[in-house]
């Protein structure tokens, strides 16, 4: 019976370190926010034609707007196997209901060659 409490201590420690990121340390927050509306889209705008080449067109970055500034603006992302489309349908009611949506694809995901190892 007194084995049980190692057992159970060493389990818990090779867990944390399974699910505890090493490098953490070196992630690093690089914030670049807009000014206003204006600059928001002209930014969305210029992430869509960037890479809308190698795109899959359903895949594009969606940017559903009023034409202003609204009370809220929904950021949709998707999941990782998957591109903007899996949350079109969501950000039409999002829009609908007066909100301001950007559906965004993950970097390398999305991408018209659906073999590629990228992402």
Known sequence: MWIIIPIAVLLLAIILLILIPHNISKLVSQPDPVRDYKEAVSRADSLREAGAQDMNPLCRLQLMIRNRKADRAVILVHGYTSCPQQ???????FHASGDNVLIAPLPHHGLSDRMTGEH
Do not use: A, V
């Not at 949350?87 to 009611?93: P, Q």
């Open 87 to 93: 949350f079109h349908e969501l950000g039409k009611r």
